[in-house]
């Protein structure tokens, strides 16, 4: 059909009497970093990492002001102890009750723990996990034996201590159970009346020659107090156990000094003015594992971020340099960054340890063994970029118009490869972070005397007793783990969203 066949009403002017004009844009424009942002959002693992990680750096910073401990407060007693808060203790939900299994524990043990309950009023015992029963032949008759697993309390285990006090000292600690009513001294015991035992402050009843507890007839443990007034190291003036009708001696006499039995719960309570509390427990060190993990973070964080903006400073010059002029300056240099990346990082950092440290300190050295060959990842990173973006035609048209060399790299092309640049320094921190910890773990730096303490220390102290305390090195591990992790999937996140070949596409 031709157009003569087509009727003429159907030709009509669509827009007749109407002017044209562009009509204006019903959306924003969206920038950049308002685009990287969306991408990142969309990435769901990368969101949750950087929540997790905002918790863990805030934990850094405040964990150390929240704990009531420092990281030089430390107990020689409280080694390796679980984590221990005494008001949830008391609700017995099974948890921070320093809980700690002993088991096959006999009649002879069974006295002993229930002996630190009657002499101190700490029962230590939490609950009986199981109950085994052994046929044993006992003077020609098969006897029933029992033996006990069961929860123990370790920080009202600990029960009775000896100490040697100042005569000073040994006041000053009546004056304050004077004061709170609280006994810290107990009655002194005389190892010749306990069948020799020197070496077991908490026996203070009668045992045989096997160490078993002899009871009466009512099956209660007999005391075995010192009453011998001659032995008294110094006059006691102040509160007494019940029972003591004032005949008991609570000293002895030490060279100078005087020793007695104390309860070391009640001790430390009068030493540092409220009970012993920890929330993760304490390491082989005694501290207080909850602050000493933020300590040693907030080390780790701020020594990775260092590391990362020095090699990212001398990795963007160098690379920038390779990548701009290219030819037999970029090979040049190329070979100076493969010579240096060969070397072992582990040798670099032993030998600074063992001579550079003695003239610009532990941390000086550890710092320069990882400049002195971090920043080459960097510089090829930046290289790349620079030979990516050197040919657009947005730098010929600078290049045209006079533009000097220095502009054109640090003005034009530098800042469109920023965004890859920064994206990569996100993963690098782990990287340093990580190398800090096996370092600090191996123990072929130590940190300690400058940082207090680091999350590799930490790990290092907890593997010796991994079995008999696990919590001294699940705490730190699972800090490290987290940090890592987040760290991975928040970097990751970050250099999907600054890819500018996704730019402007929805998924």
Request: charged fraction near 15%; hydrophobic fraction near 40%; include cysteine.
């Amino acid at each position: 059909m031709t157009y003569e066949h087509i009727p003429a009403e159907k030709f009509a002017f669509v827009q007749e009497d109407k002017k044209l004009r562009d009509k204006a844009l019903e959306t924003k424009a969206r920038g950049f970093f308002a685009d990287a942002m969306l991408r990142f959002r969309k990435n769901k693992s990368s969101v949750v990492a950087s929540y997790i990680l905002l918790f863990l750096i805030l934990y850094a910073i405040f964990a150390p002001m929240l704990s009531p401990y420092s990281i030089d407060q430390t107990d020689k007693l409280y080694i390796n102890f679980p984590p221990f808060i005494p008001q949830v203790a008391e609700m017995k939900l099974g948890f921070l009750d320093g809980a700690r299994v002993y088991d096959s524990q006999n009649d002879a043990a069974m006295n002993y723990w229930r002996g630190i309950t009657e002499e101190t009023g700490y029962n230590p015992v939490i609950r009986t996990v199981g109950t085994h029963e052994t046929q044993v032949k006992s003077r020609g008759k098969m006897v029933t034996r029992y033996t006990y697993d069961i929860e123990v309390n370790t920080y009202y285990a600990t029960g009775i201590v000896y100490r040697n006090f100042s005569y000073a000292d040994y006041q000053a600690l009546q004056d304050w159970q004077n004061e709170t009513g609280i006994q810290v001294i107990y009655p002194y015991v005389n190892p010749a009346d306990i069948g020799g035992i020197a070496d077991r402050p908490n026996i203070w009843y009668k045992v045989d020659n096997s160490g078993s507890a002899v009871l009466d007839k009512d099956g209660n443990l007999i005391p075995m107090y010192s009453t011998d007034t001659t032995a008294i190291g110094a006059e006691y003036n102040s509160i007494r156990i019940p029972g003591d009708d004032g005949s008991y001696v609570y000293s002895t006499a030490k060279a100078g000094s005087v020793q007695c039995r104390i309860c070391y719960y009640n001790y430390y309570r009068y030493l540092n003015g409220r009970e012993p509390s920890y929330l993760m427990g304490t390491n082989l060190m005694g501290m207080d594992l909850f602050c000493a993990i933020g300590v040693g973070a907030r080390f780790s964080l701020l020594f990775a971020i260092l590391v990362s903006a020095i090699n990212l400073t001398i990795g963007a010059i160098y690379g920038s340099i390779q990548g701009y002029y290219g030819g037999m300056i970029d090979m040049a240099l190329d070979r100076i960054s493969d010579i240096l990346s060969g070397v072992p990082f582990v040798v670099v950092t032993t030998l600074f340890q063992l001579h550079l440290a003695q003239k610009v300190g532990v941390v000086g050295s550890f710092l320069f063994a990882f400049v002195l060959t971090g920043w080459i990842g960097m510089a090829a990173l930046t290289r790349k970029q620079f030979y990516r973006f050197k040919g657009q035609e947005f730098i010929l048209a600078a290049r045209t118009l006079g533009a000097s060399d220095r502009r054109l790299m640090f003005k034009h092309i530098f800042p469109n490869a920023i965004g890859t640049i920064i994206t990569s320094c996100a993963l690098v921190i782990p990287g340093v972070i990580s190398s800090e910890t096996s370092m600090t773990y191996l123990g072929i730096v130590d940190l300690s005397e400058f940082a207090g303490t680091t999350i590799g220390t930490l790990l290092s102290q907890g593997n010796g007793s991994a079995t008999t305390a696990p919590h001294a090195m699940l705490w730190p591990s699972l800090f490290l783990g987290l940090l890592m992790i987040s760290f991975n999937l928040f970097g990751n996140g970050l250099r999907d969203a600054f890819n500018p070949t996704t730019r402007g596409v929805d998924d």
